[in-house]
């Protein structure tokens, strides 16, 4: 890994900064904020932007890597508690001899094997393989049941094999290009292409197994990585061994659709690595699903560090 650079800069550096919505991402901060005397500050605060400005510095991290966004949402898709000729494609729950950072069945051995089949441990079921493949991708759902009631699913653990872009995967095989791949562009060639479509969601080995959420609201989003709701617009996904999880940080994201907005990193992902990686969340949907998928751009990610710790880590590369 390439050695973090951080630098400090001034919120006047921030493109964008003095016309963002500062109370909308103060709100989503004390939402996640475990900092007694932080929330205590932003509660007393009468300006949104003054609290920032007064208690944060904007810390620039770089590891060499250029900066890429992406974006996620939640899936909301039809679903059945009970397996029919339909719905025959199971959410597994967590099983119970799968141990912290074991390497369990890959997806292959899941899929064809059936070796956790029967067990009790089948949420619901879906029908179609690449709606369940596209739920583990994005670690959470909304389920339409039968009988008009909804169901939300969350992560519960993976099954300790790496995660491998089947994008990347057709890109490689000279199937799409970048600019052509996205996944409805992927779900298309999968169940066009039968056995092989079959195959190739076994490339990505990586399983994730769920829980049922029943302790969040259907108004708010899904569960995050610290176990609070994420906001649509203002939640971002981010790498935790490079950017500390609840802080803000200010994004600049290039593309057909530019965005300059606070945001506060609330949740993590496999495919997430880097000091200037982020993923947005963009709500819950179709809708939010088309927007996602058409993220893919450059630009800068600025983290507000807590003055001291921006002290330390700045003074810490020397």
């Given at each position: ?33 475990d900092d ?15 609290f ?14 250029p900066a ?66 596209f ?22 653990a ?20 970048a ?30 197994f ?14 995050g ?21 609840g ?17 506060i ?38 983290v507000?560090?807590?003055?001291t ?10």
């Amino acid at each position: 890994m390439a050695e973090l650079r951080y630098t400090k800069l001034r919120f006047e550096d921030l493109k964008g900064w003095a016309d963002d919505n500062h109370r909308a991402a103060l709100d989503v901060f004390c939402n996640t904020c475990d900092d007694k005397v932080l929330l205590d500050l932003a509660a007393t605060a009468p300006v949104a932007r003054g609290f920032f400005e007064d208690h944060f510095c904007p810390v620039l991290i770089e590891d060499g890597a250029p900066a890429m966004f992406t974006g996620y949402y939640e899936p909301e898709l039809d679903a059945s508690r009970t397996n029919t000729p339909t719905f025959c494609y199971p959410i597994y729950a967590v099983p119970d001899d799968l141990e912290p950072d074991m390497r369990y069945y890959n997806r292959r051995q899941i899929d064809e094997d059936g070796p956790i089949a029967g067990r009790g441990l089948e949420i619901a079921w879906l029908a179609d393989p690449v709606d369940l493949f596209f739920l583990q991708v994005q670690g959470s759902g909304r389920l339409r049941l039968p009988d008009g009631g909804m169901m939300r699913v969350g992560f519960g653990a993976k099954n300790g094999h790496p995660y491998t872009s089947i994008g990347k995967t057709l890109i490689a095989r000279g199937v799409f290009d970048a600019s052509s791949v996205s996944p409805d562009a992927i779900r298309a060639w999968v169940h066009d292409n039968g056995d092989a479509g079959r195959a190739l969601l076994w490339e990505n080995e990586s399983y994730v197994f769920f829980r049922e959420v029943s302790e969040v609201p259907a108004d708010q989003g899904p569960i995050g990585a610290m176990n609070k709701s994420v906001t649509s617009g203002r939640s971002v996904a981010v790498d935790p061994d490079m950017t500390p999880l609840g802080l803000p940080v200010w994004i600049e994201k290039h593309g057909a659709l530019p965005m300059d907005r606070l945001m506060i990193a609330q949740d993590i992902g496999s495919a997430i690595k880097g000091a200037q990686r982020a993923d947005i969340f963009f709500g819950t949907g179709a809708d939010a699903g088309k927007r996602a998928g058409q993220i893919k751009d450059g630009g800068r990610m600025v983290v507000l560090m807590p003055k001291t710790l921006a002290d330390h880590r700045v003074k810490g590369q020397r």
